[in-house]
């Protein structure tokens, strides 16, 4: 009698078994002459990382969920973290978002203002600046979105969105009725990106939305559903199988309020997609911002500009939405950048674990190539990754990635411990020949130190010339690494003001040129995961000692200024083509050398 | 004198001249039971099942107690494909010894082949009986709740197998399934590890074990990959598994060669044939990488992403048009599943309703979920029953009618369609719903009794005596159906 028969078709080994195969990604093999410039990179001096965060009096608990447990995917998606001058004094300030316990709002939940006292410490201005608000906080963006030269905020919640407009006093109004920006019902808000899609110099703004749930209804962590159990031990449900949200995209009516144009641009047809991180950036050079949305365990989103008022979805098409054999990914946060400065801007996506880190490669008018095998990020997948970047950390010239980890199932920890709940930052070098080596953390303790973080976004709190981290990191005060970047290499930052494009500037494409080396960047509302950075566009130079700068303003005006001085930070007001230089002192701190690899 | 040389010859196993042996002893002896049973048994054994039957029924008539022609019979019966028929004969071996283990065996080996998954529930799973279950019969009952998604109930029986019968390899690779199946893979593994100290080189198991390692990302599976490749360099499924390790990893010349090889040695696998495409792509070899790829689509891989792959090596080609219509596939197979999965969450949550009582929630859910998945007949009957819950009548019928119209093998739907034309008084159609049901699903005691009632009502006694004789044959405790048997035999004027 035959044992080893497969007796019905839905369970059969061989059909279960078709379903267990799993392909891996892209590929490239490196030329010999390409392996020896990298092995050279890998020899040069590189950033130093010190966490700065307790000295730096960054000390609120940014309380999300209760830690140990999920019961909802609520508590484990926040939130997002910002880089922003809300004072205009030239010092980055600090925003967090954070959420609150499931049952409860404890003493002190809060999103957080932390003021740059620009002498390495910050000083938390959340209450006297009108920002303290404890709920489901998700993410941030980024912008004068009233064109009165004073960065505004909005934040996404699961509940409603809110929208603080900047005082210029140093105090922040919610106005988010006034603008006209309730909405009827609960909704996941995740990434947001203000935007002037329509090119009239005011900011518009773009909602991503997570999942259509509400708590009442979400189901709970079970063995009896299939997303709502890992390898055998209950979690929070979804997102798969959750009800598909819309995203929105609301116009500026110039007068403090926005409409909903949803319908009419053709974004709310864009269903399918569980949307985190929203970057607006030109993706196909054509002088339009597009919108490329990562999405988590669906196919990413990049709507691409009709110029007409309407986007078209195109991301499948130009190889962005899923991975290089078709497979959908968990995208959770997003890098743009030039990263083999090839004057195009690439894309870096955070994943899930199992799933590498993935890059895509812009080959021009907007079409990308998964690249992630070729650049070496494919073999690093042990966790849930989230805040990123492709920006330059050593100042070297080519742009490194950062990612920073943690998990979603906390309960895993106790019942599989290769699934920790807390996890490492992963630092990727440019070796600047297409590819990239790990950075190992064992000398970096503010790279091996576990935590449960989810945004991070880069800027250069101590006006020091490199790009220093902050990180949300849940039921934890945040993280700040100061950034000790090797001295011989130079850099230069550029502060765009707007004036007849919107006034943050957002949506300019900054182009330096040393020789013949060429980089680009886009100034942006939204980045990393649901995070906002540093508005001064940061350039590493290696040994470069002069530069060309060309930037293309939102409204299309391209200006060009030559034989920039480096290690300085450039002021440049649209229309003007006159350029304010700005050497920064930086703050006196004990410097560490360089880590040697 | 015949009949010994009869057993002398089976003895010998020379089942042919056996047979003829007790030919000529039935011959002298024609009401033997005995040598009409060795007859049949002998042409059996010697391959010649069609001709056992009619020896095999006879001995069975003339000694009724007798178990031994029903277990032959059913083995034979098996043989010819006439299973049917086969799951009588097994039926009545056991109404002599309800503990017949070759009977247990056959007959739940039958019932999940016919996927009646219920009947091996009730056949296997009765907790009034203590008896150990046989290794096949613990195979077969968890098989049977695995395909009624019942898989804590598989994990506990097949776990209670290879507790009776350690060195199972069958039970441990299906209980290592259904446990990667419940995403358990740590619970997994330690099976495969046991069945493989068992059996250290059963390479089924072993490639069992490579699959599961590999899908679910274990640092194991490169040893275990490369153990096989050296014990194994020319099996087509181990140069498989190796090149897709070898891919994951973004090693794509090495995927290559072995991908190559095993294509080679096994043309016919549409996965292989698959990543052999997608790693030639990477090397820029695209009119080969679309040859492979669409050989993989021709062999019957129905993965929505192999048309990803084909399109991004036929845009690679300039063939924009082919590429595009691949790229469509892909989008459309890709939101088939997106709906099918959007409407499980939908009823999971319907589910949660039905199982708080809010049948009115219930009803919505499971409609949303249906206008995510229209063609899903298990969701109709599900709406049907939470219709019934509020009393609507018609919307339960529309819904019964449209399950079975998806899926006339739906036997719940059908016994309850039955039921509700008995209601209204409709005779004919519930008897041809209540046949339906016991069509697909032989075993279903409630549409047998249903059926014997039906029957009854309308007067045609002997059919509905032998609808409630089944009913019992399978459930002989069966209260109602003895009440009905009752029923009958006092109302039936021939009685």
């Known amino acids: 009698m035959a044992f080893r028969f497969t007796p019905f078709e839905p369970w059969s080994r061989r059909r279960m078994l078709q379903s267990l195969s799993g392909v891996a990604a892209s590929f490239a093999l490196s030329s010999p002459d390409l392996a020896a410039q990298s092995s050279t990179k890998e020899a040069a001096p590189f950033s130093r990382f010190v966490e700065v965060a307790q000295s730096s009096c960054l000390t609120k608990v940014m309380f999300y969920g209760e830690g140990s447990t999920a019961t909802y995917l609520t508590e484990i998606m926040g939130g997002g973290c910002a880089f922003l001058d809300y004072d205009n004094d030239g010092w980055m300030d600090i925003f967090i978002v954070g959420g609150r316990r499931l049952e409860s709002i404890p003493l002190g939940a809060s999103n957080r203002l932390y003021r740059n006292n620009r002498d390495g410490t910050f000083t938390d201005v959340t209450k006297e600046a009108g920002l303290l608000d404890a709920g489901w906080g998700v993410g941030v963006c980024v912008g004068d979105y009233n064109n009165d030269g004073f960065e505004d905020l909005f934040v996404t919640y699961f509940g409603q969105n809110k929208l603080y407009r900047n005082n210029g006093n140093g105090t922040f109004t919610e106005v988010t009725r006034e603008a006209g920006l309730l909405s009827p019902k609960t909704r996941f808000g995740s990434g947001c990106t203000f935007v002037d899609f329509n090119r009239d110099g005011l900011l518009d703004l773009f909602v991503a939305n997570y999942a259509d749930v509400d708590i009442a209804t979400l189901p709970k962590p079970s063995l009896d559903r299939p997303n709502c159990n890992f390898e055998g031990v209950p979690v929070n449900c979804g997102p798969s199988g959750l009800p598909l949200p819309t995203h929105a995209l609301y116009r500026n009516n110039g007068n403090g309020t926005f409409t909903d144009v949803s319908k009419e641009s053709g974004v709310a047809a864009m269903r399918g997609s569980y949307g985190l991180t929203a970057c607006a950036f030109d993706a196909d050079d054509d002088g339009w911002p597009d919108i490329f949305v990562a999405c988590d365990s669906t196919p990413s989103l990049l709507l691409m500009n009709n110029h007409d008022g309407t986007f078209r979805e195109e991301a499948l098409l130009r190889g962005v939405a899923v991975s290089d054999n078709g497979r959908e990914m968990a995208g959770m946060g997003v890098g743009i950048g030039d990263y083999d400065c090839d004057g195009r801007l690439d894309i870096v996506r955070t994943h899930y674990m199992n799933q590498a880190t993935g890059l895509y490669h812009n080959i021009g008018k907007g079409e990308f190539e998964d690249v992630t095998a070729q650049a070496g990020l494919i073999r690093e997948r042990r966790f849930v990754s989230w805040g990123t970047c492709l920006l330059d950390l050593d100042n070297d010239g080519f742009p490194d990635i950062f990612v920073v980890t943690g998990q979603v199932y906390p309960e895993l920890e106790a019942v599989l411990p290769k699934y920790p709940r807390r996890g490492p930052r992963l630092l990727f070098r440019n070796l600047g020949n297409g590819s990239f080596s790990q950075v190992d953390d064992a000398s970096q303790p503010a790279l091996s130190e576990r935590h449960v973080s989810r945004g991070c976004a880069f800027g250069d709190f101590d006006n020091d010339g490199d790009l220093d981290i902050v990180i949300m990191n849940q039921n934890e005060p945040p993280s700040l690494l100061r950034n000790d970047a090797p001295q011989q290499n130079h850099w230069i930052k550029i502060r765009l003001y707007g004036v007849k494009s919107n006034r943050s500037a957002l949506g300019s494409r900054v182009t330096v040129r040393c020789g013949s080396k060429v980089q680009v960047q886009e100034l942006m509302s939204q980045s990393s995961y649901v995070s906002s950075n540093d508005p001064r566009l940061h350039f590493g130079l290696g040994s470069a000692a002069n530069v060309d700068i060309e930037v293309r303003w939102p409204l299309g005006l391209v200006e060009n200024y030559k034989n920039v001085a480096v290690n300085q930070l450039v002021s440049l007001r649209e229309g003007t083509g006159q350029l304010k230089e700005e050497s920064l002192t930086g703050i006196r701190s004990v410097r560490q050398p360089p880590a040697t690899p | ?495």
């Open chain 2, 1 to 495: 004198m015949h009949a010994d040389i009869g057993n002398w010859f089976a003895e010998s196993k020379k089942f042919g001249c056996a047979a003829s042996s007790f030919a000529l002893a039935s011959k002298l002896a024609p009401t033997s039971a005995a040598y009409k049973y060795f007859w049949g048994l002998s042409l059996s054994s010697a391959g010649r099942p069609a001709e056992a039957l009619a020896p095999l029924r006879t001995a069975s008539a003339l000694d009724p107690s007798d178990i031994r022609p029903h277990l032959t019979l059913g083995a034979a019966l098996d043989g010819l494909k006439r299973t049917g028929e086969a799951e009588e004969e097994w039926r009545s071996a056991l109404a002599i010894d309800a503990d017949s283990d070759l009977a247990l065996d056959n007959l739940s080996r039958d019932l999940v082949n016919q996927k009646d998954f219920r009947s091996v529930v009730r056949l296997l799973d009765n907790p009034s009986k203590t008896r150990q279950r046989s290794t096949m019969q613990s195979l077969n009952l968890g098989l049977a709740y695995a395909g009624l998604l019942q898989l804590d109930d598989a994990v506990r029986v097949l776990r209670e197998g290879l507790n009776t019968d350690p060195a199972s390899l069958p039970i441990a690779d299906e209980l290592a399934m259904i446990l990667l199946l419940q995403s358990k893979a740590e619970e997994a593994f330690p099976v495969f590890e046991l069945a493989l100290a068992k059996h250290p080189e059963d390479l089924v198991t072993r490639l069992l074990y490579l699959r599961a390692l590999t899908m679910s990302h274990s640092d194991k599976a490169p040893q275990l990959a490369q153990t096989l490749l050296a014990t194994y360099p020319n099996q087509w499924e181990v140069l498989f598994l190796n090149a897709q390790l070898a891919s994951t990893d973004g090693e794509f010349q090495k995927a290559l060669s072995l991908c190559s090889r095993s294509v080679t040695l096994n043309p016919d696998n549409p996965q292989s044939q698959r990543l052999l495409g997608s790693t030639l792509s990477r090397f820029g070899r695209l009119r080969e990488a679309k040859e492979h790829l669409q050989r993989s689509i021709a062999l019957g891989n129905t993965e929505p992403e192999v048309h990803y792959e084909l399109a991004r090596v036929l845009l690679g080609l300039g063939d924009s048009d082919p590429a595009q219509d691949q790229m469509r596939e892909f989008q459309r197979l890709k939101n088939a599943q997106s709906e099918k999965t959007q409407a499980a969450g939908k009823a999971e949550e319907a589910d949660q309703a039905t199982r708080q009582g809010d049948a009115q929630k219930a009803v919505e859910l499971y409609q949303d979920a249906l206008a995510s998945d229209p063609n899903e007949p298990l969701l109709y009957y599900k709406l049907a029953k939470a219709l019934e819950k509020i009393n609507d009548v018609a919307g339960e019928t529309s819904a019964l009618k449209r399950a079975i119209d998806l899926n006339p093998e739906l036997p719940e739907a059908q016994n309850q369609l039955g039921y509700l034309a008995l209601r209204e008084g409709n005779s004919a159609e519930a008897e041809q719903h209540f046949r339906a049901a016991v069509h697909a699903s032989p075993s279903y005691v409630v549409a047998w009794i249903n059926l014997a009632a039906t029957l009854a009502a309308e007067s045609r006694w002997k059919d509905a005596e032998d609808a409630v004789n089944r009913a019992l044959e399978i459930d002989p405790e069966n209260v109602q159906a003895r009440k009905l048997k009752e029923l009958i035999a006092t109302a039936s004027p021939q009685r």
